[in-house]
């Protein structure tokens, strides 16, 4: 399964893919969306650069699933709304795309990617490095994007585990009921 994971940002979005293979994660590409060349009061302009760059990654990479990064509420109003609005373009491209797309908190990439909820930048970037075997630092965007790829992945694989529990619990479950139904006289 191939992974894209996109850390939404107005000015910057990065992107991460990476393949799972049962544990196995392997790189395959990583990068930003950059915004600058842009007014910054062409608000339109801008998410239609992220838009249009999310589609083209998902075009060249053909990835089967996307995850991103939930937005926090931070403590400018404005700036919160502008990331909101960064992150709609994002989760639009995906979906217009036709990933399924999941979505985690910088807290819960960096504690399955570091172990540690409150990781700094260049804690994730080095970890992320590590985890894929890369011969050096990504940016601090793309390892963001990265590692929530890497999340996914681990999350994907206990999802799919329980989906099999479960299932297999429901049809035992089943064959309760159907005893419990038909029932016994004593």
């Known amino acids: 399964m191939r992974i894209l994971g996109i850390d939404p940002g107005l000015r910057t979005t990065g ?6 293979e049962g544990s196995v994660l392997t790189y395959v590409a990583s990068g930003t969306i950059s915004t600058t060349h ?7 302009a801008r998410l239609k650069v992220l838009f249009d760059g999310i589609r083209e990654v ?3 990479y053909e990835p089967d699933a996307a995850s991103v990064e939930i937005v926090f509420v931070n403590v400018n109003p404005q700036s919160t709304l502008l990331l909101g ?39 994730i970037q080095e970890m992320v490095r590590r985890l894929l075997a890369l011969p050096g630092l990504p940016g601090p965007d793309a390892a963001d994007a990265l590692g ?9 694989n206990s999802i799919a585990r329980l989906a099999l529990a479960k299932g297999l619990g429901a049809a035992q479950n089943q064959t309760q009921k159907a005893a419990y139904k038909a029932g016994r006289s004593r």
């Open 15 to 20: 992107f991460g893919l990476v393949d799972v």
């Open 38 to 44: 842009i007014e910054k009061d062409q608000l339109p």
């Open 58 to 60: 998902v075009a060249r």
């Open 85 to 123: 609005q960064a992150r709609g373009a994002a989760v639009t491209a995906l979906v217009a795309s036709e990933l399924p797309v999941a979505e985690y908190t910088a807290l819960q990439m960096k504690q399955a990617v570091v172990g540690y909820g409150r990781a700094d930048k260049t804690q």
């Open 148 to 156: 929530l790829a890497i999340t996914h992945a681990h999350a994907a």
